[in-house]
């Protein structure tokens, strides 16, 4: 019985769509966590992106606030506190190596949105 | 030998790669730092050992009192292990050397570790002198090199009140603007006659002492220190040889530095008479395979205590090894700096000991700059240079003096205040060899091969040169060299707003405005690429309601906002916002003041007055926002715009209506104006001030626009400043009535939404307007260009549009929707955390968060 267990990917409901706000961030409380979601609207597609609300360089809950945009082919978002980039798919800062924040996957099903956990 | 060598641990690299020559570093200061990236750029093939005493590799020891304002250890790093590693360098910290053999080419470590050298380099830097003063043993007696003696100044800060600097050269006056950082009551005490007696000549030293003192840290110069003992009010007293005594809670050493060369001494390497590792050219010491670099070496019976002569050691060092040219052929030890925000430079002889030196000065007592040039006998060349109070003619003195650029006809024209005539040394009028950047060894010649090699940014060449990013002196020099290079290669410098519209912000204006268009979306698809990003949004949105004046928050409008303007308050540091209503010309009701008293008390808000004449309440959680404005705007007040590049206040004094002098009523006038203008979107904020007569009491010429009463009616000023780079307002028509001032501020401000770039203040504007005043007066009052009814036009249509963004946020259930934390959740951000202090809240330091033993995110690095 002492067999690994397998690693599981939970869907965890979190939202409505209609709480999201197309190009711009809104932010949701999971398991404790605060995870910045993010609708974004580009050349007719729809893409849903989750990254941690923790802004590791402004030591503050506050990254689903800032504006989003395209940096060099990247989605990011810009901190609002320091204007730091984050790509909304990696979590990588553009303007530091040594600095990433944690990204979500993200699905939509009949208007729900779900996040991934492990 | 083989059994000796089994009993001790070896270091297992140094013996992998036996083929290698070995360089083994003592020392990993700037110097130490600078002298492998040195190596490393060579390309030569080396095995790099770095034994750093300090528990921390390379950091920045220049800006070490920025440490008091808020930088971290981690900013001043100049290099951290995994950079090194890259570079295939074996750093090892807290590596104190205790042997050095030199017959067999080892070095031994405290812990036993040896690592075999071929050639080994001694960047041990030095220490500061103290001097022997009975009792400066005692506690709270420290000195300012290290990061650790910034941790021990700021405990010992903590605790103490006053505090005293020994030493008033350039480490003791940048110490000093540490204690006052600190908070402390500071006091300098300096054993010579004047300030920076090395530096200055005795008339630029006791101008800087009035002015320092005028900062409010005073000054005492002749002071030889007897005895440090038990004092009567404070900790301390300090007995001087004169009788005198000074009381402090703490004393910090700063007279100067001695070279670092106990290991030099011990294994009998030559060291001059006063200490100091001697080197030659190529920075040998008397072992011709060990080099010594920086503070700890002589060269020429001299200690250099300056970076840059330090890193061109470095590069001497380097050349050395690697079989190049290049010696080290002394330094030049100019210096331009600010000291507690006074302007100080000094170049080459400033006291004029050069024989048959002519020296010319420049003294404007009222202004408090003093300017002196040495040059020499034959008025052919610049020797030196002392600036007090304007550095300004700085860069072009230093490169006079530097590549013996012939002096014009008249030389004292380099010194006085700009008269038109003034010589400019443009970038073409270097030669290649001329020296652009000391710090880094940066010629007019490597910037132009950097351009030829294709380089052709200011971005690219600071990070291929290294040019300007040392003390930074040179960047405007260094912008005007790569302007004008680029230049004559025909490439133009993109003025583009950003990477998604190949346009200005001035030309995106016009584009909205005549092809009618509402949305960032509309504007994109027509002009732009991509997304946008936080430069283009926040731009186009500002452009969108300068000119249609629509409500903000509009859902198209929404996400181009900047934070401020998505949740109408101002961001500060932990995530919350601060929360300031509009109080027209500073006037205010007591029921008003009641109000915001009672909100504040509800809201538990930190309160304090702000320079604008209004009152700001801070620490307001972003879901708490649409309640406090509820309460706000039900008592009659409107948002005041604090969050937005739009008019902020109309600063007024209290006028004729009560005061003896005053002529006109410049409160009346002050609501008036503030209410026409509220709410115009701008390139960047606007503040206004109107003062009731020439006493100027509302500080009108350091605004955007600044109305001073004469008996007659009001003299209008315009694109003052205060802030960053103060700037006086220029006096643009005088003796107006109502209607005309109106008129003119309504053209003046509306040429200026149109026509300035993105977050240019009027200031900014004005300095960089063709034409200048001139231009702007036969605008604005002869209608050159025929626009001003449209101007007057669109600014009637911005004040008949306006509305209270809060109200009609609050009336909007769609809007209120964004003031939340969380969507899923009515918790609150646990990381928002507050203290008490003097009676209210403050943010809770991340130290203050863990003992509250809060569950706060763990920093991601």
Known sequence: MQAQAE????????????????????????????????????????????????????????????????????????SPLYKEHYVLATGQCLERDDVSIQSYEVRVEQNRVFIATL | MGFFLLKIKVNEMTLSSQQQQRIVIIGNGMVGHHFVEQLINSKADYHITVLSGEGRLAYDRVYLSSYFTGKTAA?????????????????????????????????????????????????????????PIPGNEQEHCLVYRTIEDLESISASAAQSKIGVVVGGGLLGLEAANALKSAGLETHVVEFAPQLMAVQLDAMGGSLLKDKIEALGVQVHTQKATEIIEAGEQCRYRMKFSDGSHLETDMVLFSAGIRPSDQLAREFELAVGERGGIVIDNQCKTSDPNIYAIGECALWEKRIYGLVAPGYAMARAAVASLTNNEGEFAGADMSTKLKLMGVEVGSIGDAHGNTSGALVYTYHDQPAGVYKKLVVDEAKAQVLGAVLIGDTSDYDTLLQYALNN???????????????????????????????????????????????????????DIKSCTKASTGCGGCSALLKNVVDAELEKRGVEVSKAICEHFNHTRQELYHLIQVENIETFDALLEK???????????????????????????????????????????????DGTYSVVPRVAGGEITPDKLILLGEVA??????????????????????????????????????????????????????????????????VGQAIDLENR??????????????????????????????????????????????????????????????????????????????????????SVWMEN????????????????????????????????????????????????????????????????????????????TSAEKYVGQQAIPVDII
């Open chain 2, 527 to 573: 002009h732009g690429k991509g997304l946008g990003c936080e430069i283009c949004k926040p731009a186009a949105a500002s452009i969108f309601a300068s000119v249609w004046n629509d409500y903000i928050l509009r859902q198209a409008h929404q996400p181009l906002q900047d934070t401020n303007d998505t949740y109408l308050g101002n961001m500060q540091k």
């Open chain 1, 7 to 78: 690693v599981l990917t939970t869907w965890n409901d979190v939202c409505h769509t209609d709480d999201l706000v197309t190009n711009s961030g809104v932010c949701v409380l999971l398991e404790g966590k605060q995870i910045a979601l993010f609708k974004i609207q580009i050349e007719g597609n729809t893409q849903y992106f989750g990254v941690s609300n923790w802004d590791p360089i402004g030591q503050a809950n506050v990254l689903y606030r800032g504006i989003v945009g395209t940096l060099q082919g990247n989605i990011v978002v810009a």
């Open chain 2, 75 to 131: 900013d001043l790093a100049l290099t951290d292990e995994k950079t090194y590693k890259q570079w295939g360098v074996n750093a090892v910290t807290g590596a104190w050397v205790t042997d050095i053999d030199r017959t067999h080419q080892v070095v031994t470590t405290k812990d036993g570790t040896v690592y075999p050298y071929d050639k080994l380099v001694l960047a041990t830097g030095s220490y500061p002198f103290v001097p």
């Open chain 2, 405 to 459: 650029i012939a002096l014009p006809d008249a030389p004292e024209a380099l010194i006085l205040p700009s008269s038109g005539d003034k010589p400019l040394l443009g970038a073409d009028a270097l030669g290649d060899s001329a020296t652009i950047c000391s710090c880094h060894n940066v010629s007019k010649g490597d910037i132009v091969e950097a351009i030829e090699g294709g380089s052709c940014s200011l971005g």
């Open chain 2, 677 to 762: 203008y509220k709410g115009l979107r701008a390139p960047h904020k606007i503040k206004f001030g109107v003062s009731g007569c020439t006493r100027e009491c509302a500080e009108a010429q350091g605004k955007d626009i600044g109305i001073i009463a004469t008996e007659n009616g009001w003299n209008l000023y315009v694109c003052g400043n205060g802030g960053m780079k103060p700037r006086h307002a220029d006096l643009f028509a005088t003796d107006l009535d109502d209607a005309t001032l109106v008129k003119y501020i309504d053209r003046v401000l509306m040429f200026y939404t149109k026509t300035a770039d993105r977050l240019q203040r009027t």
């Open chain 2, 601 to 666: 008390k509800e809201y538990n808000l930190y309160t304090k007055i702000t320079g604008g004449q209004r009152v700001d309440l801070f620490g307001a959680r972003v879901e708490q926002l649409p309640a406090i404005w509820q309460k706000l705007v039900a008592g009659g007040f409107e948002t005041g715009h604090a969050y937005a590049k739009s008019l902020r206040t109309v600063k007024s004094c209290v006028g004729s209506t009560w005061c003896r002098f005053g002529v006109q009523d410049s």
């Open chain 2, 769 to 844: 307007l063709e034409g200048g005043l001139d231009y702007l007066k036969s605008v604005v009052i002869d209608d050159s260009l025929g626009i001003c009814d449209d101007l007057e036009a669109q600014m009637q249509h911005i004040t008949d549009s306006y509305q209270c963004e809060w109200k009609t946020t609050i009336e909007s259930p769609e809007a209120l929707k964004r003031f939340r934390q969380f969507v899923n959740s009515d918790e609150t951000d646990s990381n928002i955390q507050f203290v008490t202090e003097r009676d209210q809240i403050r943010p809770a």
